[in-house]
């Protein structure tokens, strides 16, 4: 409030009045230092940069160079590892790539020989039946033909059955004895 | 039995029966017995049969042979039954009866024929055979229902065979 009052005085009368601190000490300017202090703080403030700009500022430079250089590096080091992680995304890319052309490659090969052993069990199983069937051609020639050799046999062994039965009854005392007198005769002339 | 030992049985029946001078008799007897042994399996089962005492197996040849053959002919089966070698029995009587014939200058001649021959016809056959082979022959006949008719002769190695049984097992094997 006292502020809004200094400020109103300032712009009324065109001067700044005087002031007085909570201490009660009195001052041309409730903002500005004296002249005097005024003069003597700006000029302390300019020996001071001077001197900051003479002895400080070739360190700052130099840290502010080191730093850049750092930052550099940093951009630098970063351009580095982002080139390598684009090599290695594309030796990635490249290794997928390869695993897909690998996986392609036995998928095409197990395709491959599952045909074969499809080709190749079909061909077997159809040498198989075409075996079989010769085979079971021939059994059914061979059974045929045994039954027929069994048949004659049978037919023989009953014919001789049936030729000797008829023969032992058909041989009486006489024809004992005209066999028996044929074989002495026979025997006595073969000298 | 080994040969050796069916050799010593065989000399040793031989000089009984010459020693008892009936060696024509007995030989022909036991021949024959030989053939009638080999014909019948039970009577092959009584005689080998090592469970049966040997006094048993002995009194059934007695039984058998008693009043049909000589005394000796009886004694020697016997024998050979009561040591055990009924199995070998038929060798045994072969061996006699070829040791008989050689002893005489004879061929052992076996006949085998459907029905018996008589005396006559044995003369006339054994003359036939001898004709035939040029030896003499001792001629043992055997009556085998098997040949059916005519006769089977073996001398020796040779067999003569004109049986109605030979000629149905050709035409057996032809069919």
Redesign the interface.
């Known amino acids: 409030m006292n502020a809004l009052i200094r400020i109103a005085h300032l712009v009324a009368s065109g001067t700044e009045p005087p002031h007085q601190d909570s201490q009660g000490i009195t001052t041309s300017s409730w903002i500005w230092p004296e002249r005097a202090e005024l003069i003597y703080g700006i000029a302390a403030s300019l020996i001071i940069f001077a001197l900051l700009v003479k002895f400080a500022g070739p360190a700052m430079k130099k840290g502010m160079a080191a730093r850049t250089a750092r930052i550099q590096k940093e951009l630098d080091d970063a351009a580095g590892d982002k080139a390598s992680a684009a090599t290695e995304a594309a030796d990635i890319r490249q290794a997928k790539g390869d695993i897909g052309a690998e996986r392609e490659r036995l998928l095409a090969e197990a395709a491959a020989q599952a045909e074969a052993m499809l080709a190749d069990g079909r061909s077997r199983l159809e040498t198989e039946v075409a075996e079989m069937k010769a085979r079971a051609i021939a059994d059914i020639e061979t059974a045929k033909g045994r039954s027929a050799d069994e048949l004659r046999g049978e037919i023989a062994r009953l014919s001789a059955s049936a030729a000797e039965r008829a023969v032992a009854e058909s041989i009486d005392g006489a024809t004992h004895q005209d066999l028996i007198e044929a074989f002495i005769q026979k025997v006595g002339a073969s000298a | 039995m080994s040969d050796a030992r069916i050799e010593g049985y065989a000399r040793a029946l031989f000089e009984i029966a010459r020693a008892e001078g009936s060696l024509d008799e007995v030989e022909d007897e036991l021949f024959r017995f030989a053939r009638s042994y080999e014909g019948s399996e039970a009577l092959r089962s009584a005689l080998t049969d090592d469970m049966i005492p040997a006094a048993k197996r002995q009194a059934i040849v007695e039984d058998l042979l008693g009043g049909k053959a000589t005394s000796t002919t009886t004694q020697l089966v016997s024998m050979v039954v009561g040591t055990g070698r009924g199995r070998d029995l038929p060798a045994i009587i072969d061996q006699l009866v070829q040791r008989a014939s050689s002893a005489k200058n004879l061929e052992v001649a076996e006949v085998r024929?459907?029905?018996a021959?008589t005396s006559e016809?044995q003369i006339?056959?054994a003359?036939?055979?001898a004709?035939?082979t040029?030896k003499q022959v001792n001629l043992k006949v055997v009556v085998d229902p098997s040949v059916?008719?005519?006769?089977v002769?073996t001398v020796g190695d040779t067999v003569?065979d004109?049986s109605?049984r030979t000629r149905?097992d050709q035409?057996?094997a032809r069919?």
């Open positions: 024929s459907a029905v021959l016809q006339r056959l003359a036939a055979l004709n035939a040029g059916l008719g005519g006769i002769a003569i004109g109605v149905l035409l057996k069919l």
